[in-house]
């Protein structure tokens, strides 16, 4: 997985696979939510986003499944 770098009030960090699709975030509090099928524009546009957090709130969240920690 390939640490993407961001700047977050609520991401601590974001590591994404090209080979499959998978995105994980650390979140501030501790945990960690997986998700697949994420194409890697999206994560770049999270990353780049003027609020991460709302970023994945409106663009991810719901949009992609999420997997079982």
Not at 26 to 49: D, H, L, Q, Y
Request: proline fraction near 4%.
């Amino acid at each position: 997985m390939q640490q993407f770098p961001v700047q977050s009030r609520i991401i601590k960090g974001v590591f994404f696979s090209q080979e499959d699709g998978q995105l994980r975030i650390w979140f501030k509090t501790g945990e960690i939510r997986n998700f697949t099928g994420v194409p890697e524009s999206e994560v770049v546009a999270m990353c780049e986003a003027k609020s991460p957090g709302q970023h994945y709130i409106d663009r991810i969240r719901k949009q992609f499944q999420r997997l079982a920690a």
